[in-house]
């Protein structure tokens, strides 16, 4: 998903939206790359369904759970299944 996809995507997600729905469930297991821009409109969505009181996950493909990771987003967004939890650091 990337610049080019985006609009179609926000276009899908307000449509949803519109009808009202407790939760949304964003399945992303097809999808094989993701960029910047994509990234902004999952980070995007999930404070709008924040903001409306309303539940959003997010089921990434391995190649989107790898750029969310680079991206540190793993614990920031609600993902199915949950990241894994990062060790902490210990401090000498």
């Known amino acids: 998903m990337d610049f080019t996809d985006v609009t179609g995507f926000e276009a899908a997600v307000t ?44 089921r990434p493909s391995p190649p989107v759970l790898r750029v969310l990771g680079v991206a540190g987003l ?8 949950p990241a894994p939890a990062l060790p902490t650091q210990q401090q000498p």
């Open 15 to 58: 449509d949803c939206w519109s009808r009202k729905p407790r939760m949304l469930v964003l399945d992303l297991t097809a999808i094989t790359f993701i960029d910047s821009t994509g990234i902004g409109a999952l980070v995007q969505t999930y404070r709008d369904a924040q903001a409306a009181n309303r539940t959003m996950i997010i």
């Open 74 to 81: 793993l614990q920031a967004l609600p993902l199915d299944p």
